[in-house]
């Protein structure tokens, strides 16, 4: 009987593990088939529909990420990948749309898209629509499983497609260059766990994140009523000269337009639970390291930033302090889980029956496309989404504000909330109470916002 050399089980990333803290063991948890991210983009010129089928299979080929599944069977959790195999492309037809409804149009079949499933354990992680309003003007919408691909992903993906397609549609086979794959970056991140800066990262966060609580929000209905799980997603647009205002603040106070926002958004948290000492998680790419920023798979990291806003006279003070924690926590910006081993019970508030962690982030990809050309097509991203939905992609536990900065300054947003713990109405307070705040601080940040 010939034994088998066991295959060496690939690990999870880091961040898959973080995830693994939030399955429920039933499809409502990121390994259900609602935890998705999706992206759509319209596309001008000859689009071959054969010749996107085909290259749909290259880029399942090409990231092994869209073909692997996480087996939770076992005392350890593990990665195994499969075989590549090609999405099925769905291809609605929008015929007889206006040229000047086509837009909006497209945003309703990307809600529609995203208010679907994509099932993590049947592979490849990728879903594709295209809607097409006539023969050179279509929207196509991607679907990839968020325990596979993150915000940076989608686009990558969909860049790759767009090349393949270019060379398909020429009869030739796609010539790219070779990418490193996520099973070796979940290995790499593993190996490097106790590297020095590693270990200076942890007792940087052992020291920031002393006696420190995950700031939560009293939901409107306690986890114990059990409602079935759904997130809402509530999306608005930011007035531009509130836009325009906080990105000039931020240039004047050598901060990061997301520095501004993030500000104004702790001085709203700290009015509503009425304590200054906040600690608010936000998500970084966690793409540092420049050899997987190609790479499909999801990198996303979650982290704490503590920032004490005791003492603060005017908005100029607040933003000064939130530079300060974002700075330090960004240059030690390792996985939540490591960070979590030193600060053992940051995430105590969460276990309880009626808290909510409520995340704040800005998205930012460096391939968001404006009018790029791959072959015959010329393609643009939809980011201005501002069209609310019901139901739409998964947000594990809790309230996730999104913050999309276009290359004009403007600026939409999104609040994705889990319905089944908070009203609609309640996010539409908070929205409102946070764009009141951020207007009267951008527009006057020598007053003290928390009068
Ligand atoms: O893209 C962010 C991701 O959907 C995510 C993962 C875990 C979370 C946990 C608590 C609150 C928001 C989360 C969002």
Redesign the pocket.
């Known amino acids: 009987m010939t034994t088998v050399a066991p295959v060496e089980q690939i690990p999870l990333s880091f961040h898959q593990e973080f995830l693994c803290a939030?399955d429920t063991g039933t499809t409502e948890g990121p390994f259900g088939p609602r935890y998705h991210v999706v992206g759509a983009w319209r596309l001008r010129g000859e689009l071959d529909l054969t010749a996107l089928e085909a290259a749909l299979g290259d880029v399942v080929a090409r990231h092994e990420a869209l073909r692997t599944v996480i087996v939770r069977d076992g005392e350890r959790p593990y990665q195994r990948v499969l075989a590549p195999c090609s999405p099925r492309l769905t291809v609605r037809d929008l015929g007889g749309c206006p040229a000047d409804e086509r837009e909006s149009r497209a945003e309703e079949l990307l809600n529609e898209v995203e208010s679907g499933t994509n099932d993590a354990c049947e592979v490849p992680l990728l879903r594709a629509v295209v809607g097409r309003f006539d023969d050179t003007d279509a929207v196509l919408v991607l679907n990839a499983h968020?325990t596979a691909a993150?915000a940076w992903s989608i686009d990558v993906i969909l860049r790759d497609l767009l090349a393949c397609h270019a060379a398909r549609a020429e009869g030739t086979e796609p010539d790219l260059p070779d990418v490193p794959q996520y099973q070796e970056y979940a290995r790499h991140e593993r190996e490097n766990a106790d590297s020095p800066a590693a270990v200076a990262a942890r007792a940087y966060w052992r020291d920031t994140l002393r006696d420190a609580r995950i700031t939560a929000l009293r939901s409107d209905r306690p986890r114990s009523a059990g409602a079935p799980k759904a997130t809402s997603w509530h999306r608005f647009a930011v007035d531009t000269e509130v836009a325009s205002a906080a990105v000039s603040l931020a240039g004047e106070l050598k901060s990061s337009p997301f520095m501004v926002l993030f500000a104004a958004y702790q001085v709203f948290l700290s009015r509503l639970t009425g304590t200054d000492d906040l600690v608010v998680p936000t998500?970084t790419p966690g793409r540092g390291n420049a050899r997987f920023h190609e790479t499909v798979g999801s990198f996303?990291n979650?982290l704490p930033l503590r920032t004490d806003l005791s003492g603060c006279g005017t908005f100029r003070d607040v933003v000064r302090r939130t530079r300060q924690a974002c700075l330090g926590a960004y240059s030690h910006d390792v996985p939540f889980v490591q960070i979590l081993g030193e600060a053992p019970t940051l995430m105590a508030p969460v276990a309880s029956d009626d808290l909510q962690?409520s995340?704040f982030q800005a998205i930012s990809s460096p391939y968001l496309a404006t009018d790029e050309r791959a072959g015959g097509l010329t393609y643009s991203k939809l980011w201005r989404r501002t069209v609310s939905q019901e139901v739409g992609s998964d947000?594990?536990?809790?309230i996730?504000w999104t913050l999309h900065i276009g290359p004009s300054n403007d600026m939409v947003g999104s609040l994705g909330f889990n319905s089944n713990r908070f009203d609609a109405d309640t996010m539409s307070r908070m929205l409102a109470d946070f764009l009141r705040v951020l207007r009267a601080a951008v527009t006057a940040p020598d007053t003290d916002p928390r009068r």
């Open positions: 939030f968020h993150d998500f996303i979650f962690v995340a947000v594990p536990d809790g996730l």
